[in-house]
């Protein structure tokens, strides 16, 4: 489909002095040239748009690595926008209309001791996604090492969890690899569904049942005592 350039304002929300940049800077491709003064884009402009906006706002690319990635996009999953940016927010795990604390505004909020906040940060079980940002979510993992220590029980399956989830995601990371090395037009999107059911569906599909079986086995051990 093609549109005109203030429809393409339109639908992506980038001005159109923006967009004639992009084009300038070799990271979206000239429209194609009607007549003089006539020019229409497609949907290819648009995605690109999404892309490069997501990447500038959310991941801080500059233009030259942005750049770099279109250039090489045959050999990464990351050049789409419409799957690139619902698997980074998926992963982050942080809802919308989550509230945002600075380190110091987190401690005081949540009432957090900055001694044990350090601590879970160099052991990896608080990670807040960017830097001096924290939510809801680093504080239910300090809530729960609180609870650990009320209890007089170490938190050592936290710190488990965190070295299994290191190892794990360096598999995820060859598998992405592999998957970009066989990416073609054609299966592009195969390749995305099987990034997304494997990180959404198996991970937890395989690590729940199999803490189901152990724990299903240990109560019928204690039934049969």
């Given at each position: ?194 990034m997304f059911d494997t990180l959404f569906n198996a991970k937890p599909y395989l ?19």
């Open positions: 489909m093609e549109y005109k350039i203030s429809e393409l304002v339109a639908k992506t929300g980038v001005p159109k002095s923006t967009i004639l940049y992009y084009i300038r800077e070799g990271l979206l491709p000239e429209a194609n040239k009607i007549k003089s003064n006539v020019h229409r884009y497609n949907d290819q402009h648009i995605e690109l748009i999404q892309y490069i906006k997501y990447m500038q706002e959310e991941i801080g690319s500059s233009n030259e690595q942005i750049r770099f990635a279109l250039q090489n996009q045959n050999q990464s999953l990351s050049t789409s926008a419409t799957m690139l940016q619902p698997l980074m927010n998926t992963l982050s795990d942080i809802p919308s209309d989550a509230k945002h604390f600075t380190k110091e505004e987190f401690i005081e909020h949540y009432n957090v001791d900055a001694t044990l906040l350090e601590t879970l940060l160099n052991d990896g079980i608080v990670l807040p996604i960017h830097e001096d940002d924290y939510t809801d979510r680093e504080a239910s993992m300090v809530k729960l090492v609180t609870y650990f220590k009320e209890v007089g029980v170490d938190h050592n399956v936290l710190k488990a969890y965190v070295d299994h989830a290191k190892a794990l995601s360096e598999l995820e990371y060859q598998m992405q690899a592999k998957l970009c090395s066989v990416r073609d037009d054609e299966n592009f999107s195969t390749l995305w569904k099987i690590f729940n049942r199999n803490t189901y079986q152990v724990l299903l086995n240990a109560v019928k051990s204690e039934v049969k005592e």
